[in-house]
């Protein structure tokens, strides 16, 4: 069910510092850290984790620190992103980081042409390099198909959706919202970053 070339290949990256490799710049992924909102929890509850395995995803919320990353991307991935990430003003919710992390797997699952991953040996002078080859049109995503971000959005946030209300929309017509991909938690109509009101705690 797992690709072992994807792993195997984290797995090098992550060790680099013990076996003293060369990292081409190349190799690494996207990676963005953020401030998450405090939302009354307890100490013990300002922990979250996310892997979005097959999408090469993951997103670990610790205190007011969020670490989103995407391993296999070349960051391509928060370059297409930034325009996004750009927008948000503020500390993100429980509902928006997830989005967040959503909207990362679903964009690295639409890159058009993958960056390829090699490791190679000099064995004559020990020498151990990690380098990727990049596709010479760049890192180019292919259509969009909004429903992959629904699904995603709907899986991350499927124990949640069922308690919340939303003004104007039934309980079924947001689910589909959702579903369809087509709903956010980031931004109002009018695009700007949805941040928390002055009573909130």
């Not at 405090?38 to 090469?56: K, L």
């Not at 620190?65 to 990430?85: E, R």
Request: net charge negative.
């Amino acid at each position: 069910m797992h690709t072992w070339e994807d792993l195997h290949h984290i797995y090098c990256v992550a060790r680099g510092f013990y076996t003293g490799c060369e990292i081409d710049v190349s190799v690494f992924g996207s990676f963005v850290t953020l401030p998450a909102r405090d939302e009354g929890e307890t100490s013990d509850a300002v922990f979250d984790w996310i892997t979005i395995t097959n999408m090469q995803t993951m997103l670990l919320r610790l205190g007011d620190l969020i670490l989103l990353t995407v391993f296999n991307d070349s960051s391509g991935v928060l370059v297409k992103a930034m325009p996004t990430i750009e927008r948000l003003s503020g500390s993100l919710s429980f509902l928006q980081w997830r989005e967040l992390a959503a909207e990362f797997a679903f964009l690295n699952c639409h890159i058009l042409e993958r960056p390829r991953y090699h490791s190679a040996f000099v064995m004559k002078n020990e020498e151990y390099r990690i380098f990727a080859e990049l596709p010479s049109a760049g890192i180019r995503l292919s259509e969009k198909d909004l429903s992959i971000r629904g699904s995603i959005m709907h899986f991350l946030l499927r124990a949640t959706l069922p308690n919340l209300v939303v003004k104007d929309m039934s309980r079924s017509e947001f689910e589909q919202s959702v579903i369809s991909g087509t709903y956010t938690f980031l931004f109002d109509e009018f695009g700007n970053f949805i941040a928390p009101s002055d009573d909130e705690t």
